[in-house]
């Protein structure tokens, strides 16, 4: 899928109502579809606010977001099971068990045949033995594991992801993004994700660098 935004901006009000503070600065930014795309800067550089506008989360105070050309007006106009998103806060419904959880996407889209495909996924990201517990019983970095395992259960077309190494310990900081990598370049899809943990290789990606809301280097990297 093909980004295309065109001068987001993207401002919040400041405490009492004293003015707004710019969390994205005129973002003219083109991303191919099929692309790998690492978002970096330091804390507060846009990162997490410009993957919101992107997904639709949170609408722009002013500019455009094209997905394959087509202008986005609201989040509904976002094919469903197309886009994926994997942020750092997880939500999950207590009601439903960790696999109910993952299959959820599935079932609202009217996919009901991707079982075997979400119990190989809960297996792969270390779940395989919690199919049946509540979310509420998983630890901080299980329930980081199963939010990275539902963003990915649906093969999107673009997955976006914020910070997937968060709260995990060093052995599945390098396995997560091993199965992001292999999972987005077997569905040829797009890929926007911000990160500071070092990648499975170089190769491939194109880094984009952030600061105070603005791209301020954007650089590319050949398969």
Not at 111 to 128: K, Q, Y
């Amino acid at each position: 899928m093909r980004v295309e935004l065109q001068q987001i901006r993207k401002s919040y009000p400041l405490p009492g109502g004293d003015g707004t503070v710019a969390a994205l600065d005129g973002v003219d930014l083109v991303i191919e579809s099929g692309t790998l795309c690492i978002l970096k800067g330091p804390s507060g550089s846009g990162k997490t606010t410009l993957l919101s506008v992107i997904s639709g989360l949170s609408r722009p105070t002013s500019g455009s977001v094209l997905l394959d050309g087509t202008v986005v007006r609201n989040p509904l106009d976002r094919q469903r099971g197309m886009v994926a998103h994997g942020f750092q806060e997880a939500v999950f419904i207590p009601e439903l068990t960790v696999v109910e959880n993952l299959l959820l996407p599935a079932l609202r889209c009217g996919d009901r045949l991707a079982v075997d495909r979400g119990e190989r996924l809960l297996e792969a990201f270390g779940l395989g033995e919690m199919f049946d517990v509540p979310p509420a019983a998983l630890s901080g970095g299980e329930k980081r594991r199963l939010n990275l395992a539902r963003s990915l259960f649906l093969p999107p077309r673009l997955l976006l992801i914020d910070e997937p190494a968060a709260y995990l310990d060093d052995g599945w900081q390098v396995k997560a993004m091993e199965m992001i990598i292999r999972e987005v370049r077997d569905a040829r899809a797009t890929l926007v994700m911000a990160t500071h943990t070092p990648l499975p290789g170089d190769e491939g990606f194109r880094h984009i660098l952030m600061h105070k809301g603005k791209v301020i280097d954007d650089g590319t990297s050949d398969y």
